[in-house]
Structures are given as C-alpha cells and as structure tokens.
C-alpha cells in the first residue's frame, strides 16, 4: 500500500510546472510570434491594462473566475519586469506602452471534474491576443496570439495538475514576448 502510494505522489509531483520546461516553451512559442513594429525598449513606461474578456468567456461564471486567476498570474509574472524596464530609464525614452490582454476563449476543466471524468472531460484551451499600443498615438505596434492546450490524457493523469499549468505557460510565454521585443 506504502509502494502505492508514493508511486501516486511521484507521478502527481511530475505534473508540476517545471522552472526548466516552462522556460524553454515560453522561449519557443515567443519566437514563433510576430515581433512589434517598434522596440519596447524606446518607451519611458508601461502600463499593464486589465484583460479584456470576449462574450464567451462572460457567458459563464466558472470561466470568468479561470480568466481572473489568469490575469493574477500574469500580473505576477510581467508587471515586475514592467517595472524594471520604467525604473532604468535612459536617454532617447519616450511615451507610454499599453499592454492589454484580450482573452478570447478559455476552457480549464476543474480537478473534480479530471477525478470523475478524466479524459473525458476533453483539453484545456486557451487563446489570448496580447495587444501592445502606444498610449500617445493609439497605434497598436502588436496584437500576438498567445495559443496553449492541456491535452485531455495528460489531465486524466495528472487530475488537472496540467490543467492548472496552462495559467502560468500563457502568462509565461507573454512574459518571454515582452522580453525577446524589448
């Protein structure tokens, strides 16, 4: 019983988001993305504007609460580097950068429903377009999509853990575009 039970908390645990893996998907799926019209190092600030939720997503209470742990975790994950970027300053900087998430559609399937259901349930999508506008003239420099799926076998096993990390690989590649375009 003992054996059992660590085999399932050592597969549980191979389901979390893992620093290195995350890193090189961000990595690869930025560069796969359109590069802005203007270097974001050229602005004097940023603002993280608050995400924009398409009718789909409003449509249903569940996946407004999935959108708002979305937005808390890309807040987590970009302003501080939004941040560094307005304190450093330097010559030649000017205007403002708006950067405003519009999630387009959103399906997390919920651990209770990965236990009773599993595969079932279907993936985990989500679709996000990453509008970057200078504040000053209102030109969008860049609207990127930001596209990540949890396959639904890969969430039968992991009860949803893989689910729950698709949060941090769409914050994790916006982040990883913002730094390849400065």
């Avoid at 549980?12 to 961000?26: F, I, K």
């Avoid at 940023?46 to 808390?72: C, H, I």
């Avoid at 501080?80 to 000017?94: C, V």
Wanted: aromatic residues 6%; charged residues 25%.
């Amino acid at each position: 019983m003992r054996a059992i039970i660590i085999a399932i908390c050592m597969a549980l645990a191979g389901c979390a988001t893992n620093p290195e893996t995350l890193a090189s998907v961000s990595k690869t799926e930025a560069a796969r993305l359109a590069a802005p019209t203007q270097r974001l190092s050229t602005f004097a600030s940023y603002e993280l504007k608050p995400m924009v939720l398409s009718e789909a997503v409003t449509a249903e209470e569940g996946k407004v609460k999935e959108a708002a742990e979305l937005e808390k975790t890309m807040k987590a994950r970009i302003q501080p580097l939004l941040d560094q970027w307005t304190a450093a300053g330097g010559e030649g900087r000017s205007g403002t950068l708006l950067i405003e998430p519009h999630l387009a559609s959103l399906k997390v399937v919920s651990g209770g429903a990965r236990f009773w259901a599993g595969a079932l349930a279907g993936d985990s999508t989500i679709d996000m377009d990453l509008f970057l506008i200078d504040k000053a003239s209102g030109q969008v420099l860049a609207k990127p999509r930001i596209e990540r799926s949890a396959d639904a076998m890969a969430g039968g096993w992991s009860i949803g853990q893989s689910d729950e990390n698709l949060l941090d690989y769409i914050a994790g590649i916006a982040r990883q575009y913002l730094e390849d375009s400065y």
